[in-house]
């Protein structure tokens, strides 16, 4: 089987000023799609732990540049003609899901159906207290958040008559996007994979070094369990489950294999984008090494934490 390669672009750090130059570059090796990070605000000891590293540390410090992932998708879509989008994943309940609805569908109108929302439902207390909401009600608000999206990327939306979200019917949202726009959900949580069964599929997120393919399709049978539940919509995309590996290519090359047997159906890399030959070799790789099915073990991979409660 052809395995889709993702690539991450960063849109924190220092290459973040140079973000539509990777963008481009990245596409130019073969990117299958490119995926920027979210984040409102960065603390540097947050009052949970970073769900993704041992020790719970973060990736960055409180001054540590952060462009918005919303913005960083327009830019990118400007730079760029053939891969997708996405966000991996964005915490959905701290968005206002009108405004973003009509910023997402912008995008897509724009870039001729490109997009790909990724979401989760956080995991650091200090961003709910700044806007006032209440963390322990992010997991329920995500998944109204979600529904309110749908609503109004309907070429006639629809009423929302929710606990958190009221949106009545017959709302000008125009543009509608131009295809049904995934949404995909991320976290390793038991919470965040039936999550990711109900919607159009998930979006795992490990450390390169921390994997274990059999984790993955543990996590994978949790995925289907919820999704054979489910009745998809009609013009619903189909399923689409993936698997954020940050680190070297190689780890992804190796597993390839199993985590296409797994059900992975793309996988998302981190790849020199300033060396082009050395970019396409990687994606290459990744893409041979699925089709030739190479099995692959590693150190086990936890599914506690993440964001998606």
Same mark, same amino acid.
């Given at each position: 089987?052809? !395995?889709?390669?993702?690539?991450? $672009?960063?849109?924190?750090?220092?290459?973040?000023?140079?973000?539509?130059?990777?963008?481009?570059?990245?596409?130019?090796?073969?990117?299958?799609?490119?995926?920027?990070?979210? %984040?409102?605000?960065?603390?540097?000891?947050?009052?949970?732990?970073?769900?993704?590293?041992?020790?719970?540390? &973060?990736?960055?410090? #409180?001054?540590?540049?952060?462009?918005?992932?919303?913005?960083?998708?327009? =830019?990118?879509?400007?730079?760029?003609? %053939?891969?997708?989008?996405?966000?991996?994943?964005?915490?959905?309940?701290?968005? #206002?899901? !009108?405004?973003?609805?009509?910023?997402?569908? #912008?995008?897509?109108?724009?870039?001729?159906?490109?997009? &790909?929302?990724?979401?989760?439902?956080?995991?650091?207390?200090?961003?709910?207290?700044? !806007?006032?909401? @209440?963390?322990? *009600?992010?997991?329920? %608000?995500?998944?109204?958040? $979600?529904?309110?999206?749908?609503?109004?990327?309907?070429?006639?939306?629809?009423? /929302?008559?929710?606990?958190?979200?009221?949106?009545?019917?017959? !709302?000008?949202?125009?543009?509608? @996007?131009?295809?049904?726009?995934? $949404?995909?959900?991320?976290?390793?949580?038991?919470?965040?994979? +039936? +999550?990711?069964?109900?919607?159009?599929?998930?979006?795992?997120?490990?450390?390169?070094?921390?994997?274990? &393919?059999?984790?993955?399709?543990?996590?994978?049978? /949790? &995925?289907?369990?919820?999704?054979?539940?489910?009745?998809?919509?009609?013009?619903?995309?189909?399923? +689409?489950? =993936?698997?954020?590996?940050?680190?070297?290519?190689? /780890?992804?090359?190796?597993?390839?294999?199993?985590?296409?047997?797994?059900?992975?159906? *793309? $996988?998302?890399?981190? /790849?020199?984008?300033?060396?082009?030959?050395?970019?396409?070799?990687?994606? *290459?790789?990744?893409?041979?090494?699925?089709?030739?099915?190479?099995?692959?073990?590693?150190?086990?991979?936890?599914?506690?934490?993440?964001?998606? %409660?």
């Amino acid at each position: 089987m052809t !395995l889709r390669v993702g690539v991450k $672009v960063a849109n924190f750090g220092p290459d973040a000023s140079r973000l539509t130059e990777a963008a481009a570059a990245c596409e130019a090796a073969g990117a299958d799609s490119l995926w920027l990070s979210d %984040r409102l605000v960065t603390v540097a000891s947050p009052g949970a732990p970073y769900p993704f590293t041992d020790d719970g540390s &973060v990736p960055w410090t #409180s001054d540590t540049p952060f462009v918005d992932s919303v913005v960083a998708m327009a =830019m990118i879509a400007a730079v760029t003609r %053939r891969a997708e989008i996405g966000t991996g994943v964005m915490v959905l309940p701290l968005r #206002s899901p !009108l405004i973003l609805a009509k910023q997402l569908a #912008s995008i897509d109108a724009l870039s001729g159906g490109r997009v &790909v929302l990724g979401v989760g439902a956080g995991w650091m207390p200090e961003e709910f207290d700044l !806007l006032g909401i @209440p963390y322990a *009600e992010r997991g329920a %608000r995500t998944d109204e958040a $979600v529904t309110v999206l749908r609503a109004l990327w309907l070429d006639e939306p629809a009423a /929302v008559n929710g606990r958190y979200y009221r949106v009545p019917a017959g !709302l000008g949202t125009r543009p509608v @996007p131009a295809r049904r726009i995934p $949404v995909l959900a991320g976290g390793m949580t038991p919470a965040a994979l +039936r +999550r990711a069964g109900r919607l159009d599929g998930w979006y795992g997120y490990l450390m390169a070094d921390r994997l274990s &393919v059999p984790d993955v399709a543990a996590a994978m049978s /949790v &995925v289907r369990a919820a999704r054979a539940q489910r009745r998809p919509a009609d013009g619903s995309p189909p399923p +689409r489950d =993936m698997l954020r590996l940050v680190g070297s290519p190689d /780890v992804a090359a190796r597993a390839a294999g199993g985590l296409a047997a797994a059900g992975i159906t *793309e $996988v998302v890399v981190d /790849v020199d984008w300033k060396d082009g030959d050395r970019a396409r070799q990687a994606i *290459e790789r990744i893409r041979d090494a699925a089709a030739a099915r190479i099995p692959a073990g590693a150190a086990p991979a936890r599914l506690n934490g993440g964001p998606g %409660r």
